[in-house]
Structure formats: structure tokens, C-alpha cells
């Protein structure tokens, strides 16, 4: 599915990058995401409250590089 939204955002929006956020923490999540093409660009410090708890949050992002300028 995460192959086909890419697709979907590169190849038919021409979308030039895509960024995620994802929850300090969630290992799988972040695992999953860098499996398919996504790096870390930085982290929210304390951006969410989950379970009465403040959370960072992960700030991911892939590029197209393979498509070409417009």
C-alpha cells in the first residue's frame, strides 16, 4: 500500500517529497518507514500529549529522485 501512495504522489500529483510524523518511540513504525525509502529529518520535542503524557514526535521524509523538474 505505502508503494502505491508513492506512486500515487510521484508519478501522478508530481509531488517532489513526502514527510511523515510518527510518535518518539514507536521502533516498528520507524523501522518500517526506513525500510521503505523514508529518512529522519529532525524531532518535535514534547509535540503531543498521549496517555496524559508529552511525546516527541519524528519528522520523516523521502524524495522523488527520480523524477525531473517541471
Known amino acids: 500500500m505505502i508503494h502505491l ?4 504522489c510521484f508519478e501522478i500529483a508530481k509531488l517532489h517529497s513526502l514527510r511523515l510524523e510518527v510518535i518518539d518511540g514507536n521502533e516498528r ?8 525509502g523514508f529518512r529522519k529529518e529532525g524531532q518535535l ?5 498521549k496517555e496524559g503524557r508529552w511525546r516527541d514526535v519524528i519528522v520523516m ?10
Open 29 to 36: 513504525a520507524v523501522r518500517f518507514y526506513r525500510k521503505v
Open 61 to 70: 521524509a523521502t524524495v522523488d529522485r527520480g523524477g525531473s523538474a517541471p
Open 5 to 8: 501512495l508513492k506512486r500515487l
Open 45 to 49: 520535542k514534547e509535540f503531543v500529549l
